[in-house]
């Protein structure tokens, strides 16, 4: 674990990079990882938001059901995911990027 740096981690996932590459940040979450720079990842919260916003089976109990389609920052991949789910990488992704662009903010600002 020390070739990492976490960043944040939830009930549903972890976000890190590795010290050799800080302009990627790793987010894992239901066995399966994106590596992603900043933009990437800012344009999947997008996505993760607009699926918060869409309706879903109000009257449905099941617990697992994946009714939501949430767009990835790949054209090809579609991911199945619940309200719950979606409520999660919205924390999971918005704590990462504020902790990382506060982290970059310090660091850069200690340099000078």
């Not at 940040?25 to 933009?39: A, N, S």
């Not at 991949?77 to 506060?102: C, S, W």
């Amino acid at each position: 674990m020390e070739a990492i740096e976490l960043i944040y981690r939830n009930d549903i996932g972890v976000s890190f990079y590795w010290k050799d590459n800080k302009n990627k940040i790793q987010v894992i979450f239901r066995e399966m990882g994106f590596h992603l720079d900043v933009i990437e990842l800012k344009l999947f919260r997008e996505k993760v938001v607009e699926g918060l916003a869409e309706s879903y089976c109000k009257e449905c109990r099941a617990k697992n059901c994946r009714s939501l389609l949430l767009k990835t920052p790949s054209e090809k991949i579609d991911l199945a995911v619940n309200r719950e789910e979606l409520e999660q990488l919205n924390d999971l992704m918005g704590a990462t990027i504020l902790k990382f662009e506060m982290n970059d903010y310090l660091t850069n600002f200690s340099a000078n």
